[in-house]
């Protein structure tokens, strides 16, 4: 359900050969769809990728929170 990058190995081009290989294994299971989800304030550049490969943004979620105290 979760991929990721460790910091160092970054910007190598390793998530992006991640996503490619998942999205072909998806297609070879005759998917047609694929959908992710990522905060908007991810510091990871993550969102750059997932617009590189072609995901387009389709909504925006808000998240809310309240203290309790």
């Known amino acids: 359900m979760t991929i990721g990058v460790l910091k ?3 910007r190598r081009g390793i998530g ?3 996503m490619l290989q998942a999205l072909k294994f998806l297609k070879s299971k005759v998917m047609e769809e694929a959908e992710l989800g990522v905060d908007d304030s991810n510091p990871t550049k993550a969102m750059e990728l997932y617009k590189k490969i072609g ?3 389709i909504k925006k979620n808000l998240t809310y929170l309240k203290k309790i105290r």
């Open 8 to 10: 160092p190995f970054r």
């Open 16 to 18: 992006t050969a991640l």
């Open 55 to 57: 995901f387009k943004v």
